[in-house]
């Protein structure tokens, strides 16, 4: 899909030269990636030590987005 976004250019670049991506929509796509790995850690160690943590195969892939 195609988007307009008006990025900070100084943190691209940072972002661009840390990831070594060859495009702009590769640097964005590996930081939305990063940010949704890190949110899901995030939900499942709030899970840790509730009840919740009892997950099965298919909640797992759920989460994923599978």
């Known amino acids: 899909m195609r988007t307009t976004l008006d990025l900070d250019e100084k943190l691209l670049a940072d972002a ?6 060859k495009s702009k929509k590769a640097v964005v796509e590996q930081a939305l990636s990063e940010f949704v ?3 899901r850690i995030e939900q499942l160690r ?3 030590g509730t009840d919740a943590i009892d997950l099965t195969l298919e909640d797992l892939r759920r989460m994923r987005g599978k």
């Open 16 to 21: 661009t030269r840390l990831t070594k991506a």
């Open 37 to 39: 790995r890190r949110r």
């Open 46 to 48: 709030k899970m840790v």
